[in-house]
């Protein structure tokens, strides 16, 4: 679809929303009151894997990397047995939830970092190499597609960020946009209850492996800790959004399935407009007008999200994202 042709698309989708969305924009920009989330689609299309091809490779690279943590003489097991390869090759065809297989993969690294003197976790050890999957795939991997267009785009709207993703694409739109570094805060354990953040800053909600000892949220026992266990992460994150002057929730890349973020972003004071820029049809197909008009109406009667329609097809994105910072 060309530009113009989206153009006319969206504006036939949206009709006057479209336009009520842009005012809102404008006023979150002069009141520096712009809160962007983004979801893990906007790291897909740079082609960093889905949820599944996430767990799946995190499988994969413990099968050949539990020999790293048997070359120190402190540890149980000074080599990997094979019942432990079985093991993880037999998870990946399971149908368990992936919080549920990440927290699996987890206790094998555990077994491997066994003090050899009491069989007690080194938690040290583990808490050093736990994560190096997710140093490797999203920090030193380069991803398929080294520019992220959608961001290049939805970053022109300065504003606080906030994202569920692990990689640093959000940072690298910011440099070249800004010429300068955001501040980043790399879990939601660091975010601040006394200071409120200027634009041009990046929350890692679910963490980013680049910190030590990171919350890094992928799996069961890390999804309980981040969301149930510690109340006051959300309280702080809520401070960031109710310091502002009538604050905007933009979704972008985001399915609005998950209800423990949903949840998390709940704005008790009723003081944020919340928008989400979805897309106008699934995997079966285009959404028709009658289940268009019922998935609007559930979110905006039940979760107080109106939705943007941008266009059919995922590299509509980043020209609707054009259109909008035009208008």
């Known amino acids: 679809m060309t530009k113009s042709e989206l153009e006319k698309k969206v504006e036939e989708l949206n009709k006057k929303e479209l336009d009520t969305f842009v005012n809102k924009m404008v006023d979150a920009q002069m009141n520096s009151s712009l809160i962007c989330f983004v979801g893990a689609g906007i790291s897909a299309s740079q082609g960093y894997a889905n949820w599944n091809g996430y767990v799946e490779r995190l499988i994969e690279y413990w099968e050949s990397h539990l020999q790293i943590l048997t070359q120190y003489e402190s540890t149980l097991y000074d080599y990997v047995e094979g019942t432990d390869i079985e093991i993880l090759e037999w998870l990946k065809k399971q149908n368990y939830s992936n919080k549920l297989k990440v927290n699996l993969v987890h206790e094998i690294v555990k077994k491997y970092c066994l003090r050899k003197d009491d069989r007690i976790l080194n ?65 939601a354990q660091d975010i601040s209850d006394d200071r409120v953040y200027p634009d041009t800053t990046i929350i890692h909600l679910h963490g980013t492996p680049t910190k030590d000892n990171v919350l890094l949220v992928s799996s069961a026992d890390s999804y309980n800790e981040l969301y149930f266990d510690h109340p006051e992460y959300r309280e702080k994150l809520l401070y960031q959004i109710d310091q502002r002057l009538s604050p905007l929730i933009v979704f972008v890349g985001s399915s609005l399935q998950e209800e423990e973020i949903l949840h998390y972003l709940k704005d008790d004071n009723k003081k944020s407009n ?54």
């Open 123 to 187: 938690m040290n050890l583990y808490q050093n190499y736990v994560n190096d999957f997710e140093k490797y795939y999203f920090i030193n991997v380069h991803p398929i597609k080294q520019r992220n267009e959608i961001l290049d785009e939805l970053v022109k709207q300065s504003g606080l960020f906030i994202t569920t993703n692990y990689d640093q694409q959000i940072e690298k739109a910011y440099e070249k946009e800004y010429q300068r570094k955001p501040e980043v805060i790399k879990d």
């Open 274 to 327: 919340k928008y989400a820029i979805m897309k106008y049809s699934f995997s079966d197909g285009e959404v028709g007008k009658q289940e268009a008009q019922l998935i609007k109406k559930y979110y905006e009667e039940n979760r107080q999200i109106k939705i943007i329609w941008y266009g059919k097809n995922y590299d509509d994105l980043p020209n609707f994202l054009k259109i909008l910072n035009k208008k």
